[in-house]
């Protein structure tokens, strides 16, 4: 019998109407013959609720007081979604993540999943009953509870699958994984399957439908994941296969356009090739965990001197600045802001040489003009303006077919 781990993110158990409903799907597809265990978020808006409460109290997200109370939302809804399948006729229990346990690593509100145990889980699910984990929580090693930053149901989802040998199907308010964001794009099309290496750049790059972490482990433990909608009917959702590259039959050089607003760029003018200066700035943001993406580094005028930039999100930049200029004195630092990120992402991409010229061909066309572009294997970033990226994103989808998919 095949086994599955059904995820429901906060919009699928966001009232007692959704979490029937989502129940309903599990039922349906224990009916069908499959082993469900199932993951679950705090209704939806209950996690911004709490940390605002904290908040108040001045805790934020990295405080172990507010991870406690963060780990309520996930407990409540554990509990309501076991009850809604009991409604229904199954045998159901509720698990929090230190009954596993679950044990995890790295500081409160980021930790980390170092393992999972999952014994108690096997005997459940022979006696025919189906667990609902808590996600997006675990515990240290001395049994204080921890969660695992935004988003981090999907990855418990893709763990417990992970230990359970099981296929994770990741429940949301979508039907699947889109060529690009409908909102800009009417003509965006559902994507059947894509790859795990093409779903991660995707999530790096904007799109929100999974969280990167997650997809991050479910690729290094081959665990195949399906994104599904839980606002419909059992059995209409097509959703979108996340699997194995090989695992793919149907071969396009793109296979999505991606973008995140609000980006700046900062650019250090002038630095001596000879120095560390580029090992040194990325290792100072990378200790003051503020995202770096999209780095070029480029021969200056002056003989042996660089010019180095990046891109950060906006929300980063004063922090950065402001952290640069303390440590290196005398770097000529300046930013600009304003800026957005799109990007191309598909498995093709490697077998072409040519896309960069061709993006900047299509951009160039609408008069768009690129401030630095970055390629990693099956990625192609640009940096544009800010209002610029609905007219990027559009021609983009255009121009390497994504309106045919
Ligand atoms: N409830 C948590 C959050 O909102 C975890 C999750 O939903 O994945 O970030
Ligand atoms: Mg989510």
């Known amino acids: 019998m095949t086994r599955v781990v059904a995820k429901f993110g906060g919009t699928s158990v966001g009232s007692v109407e959704r979490i029937r409903h989502s129940a309903g799907l599990v039922a349906d597809a224990a009916a069908r013959g499959e082993t469900m265990a199932v993951v679950v978020s705090a209704m939806a808006g209950e996690t911004d609720r709490i940390l605002g409460l904290a908040g108040e109290f001045g805790a934020g997200l990295g405080d ?24 229904l006729g199954l045998n159901a229990r509720s698990f929090l993540g230190w009954q596993l346990p679950v044990i995890t690593d790295g500081p409160p509100g980021a930790a980390r999943i170092a393992g999972m145990d999952v014994s108690v889980l096997e005997t459940v699910l022979e006696q025919g009953i189906v667990p609902v984990l808590a996600g997006f929580q675990g515990i240290t090693g001395e ?20 230990a359970l040998g099981a296929r994770c199907d990741i429940y949301t308010d979508v039907d699947g994984v889109y060529t690009t964001d409908p909102r800009i794009e009417p003509g965006a099309g559902r994507l059947e399957a894509i790859s795990h290496d093409e779903m991660l750049e995707l999530a790096a790059q904007g799109a929100k439908v999974l969280q990167t972490r997650s997809v991050e482990f479910a690729k290094a433990r081959g665990v195949p994941m399906r994104v599904l909608s839980s606002f419909l009917a059992a059995g209409e959702s097509r959703g979108t296969d996340v699997v194995k590259e090989t695992g793919i039959a149907e071969r396009r050089i793109v296979s999505g356009v991606a973008y995140a607003r609000d980006q700046a760029r900062i650019a250090l003018l002038g630095a001596s090739s000879r120095s560390d200066l580029a090992a040194r700035t990325f290792a100072l943001l990378a200790d003051a965990e503020i995202g770096v993406d999209m780095i070029v580094q480029a021969q200056a005028r002056t003989p042996g001197t660089v010019n180095i930039e990046f891109s950060v999100a906006h929300r980063d930049l004063d922090r950065a600045q402001a952290l640069l200029e303390g440590e290196l004195p005398g770097v000529d630092i300046s930013s600009e802001t304003g800026l957005a990120k799109v990007s191309i992402v598909g498995a093709g991409l490697r077998q072409r040489a040519d896309v960069a010229r061709s993006l900047f061909a299509v951009l160039g066309d609408h008069g768009i003009s690129v401030r630095v572009l970055a390629t990693s294997e099956i990625k192609i970033s640009a940096l544009i303006e800010n209002d610029a990226v609905e007219r990027a994103v559009r021609a983009l989808h255009a121009a390497y077919g994504l309106d045919q998919v």
């Open 143 to 162: 049994g204080d509870v921890r969660t695992l930053g935004r988003g981090g149901t999907d990855l418990s989802a893709a763990a417990l699958a992970a």
């Open 64 to 87: 172990a007081e507010t991870d406690v109370a963060l780990a309520a939302g996930e407990q409540v809804s554990s509990a309501l979604m076991a009850l809604a399948l009991r409604e």
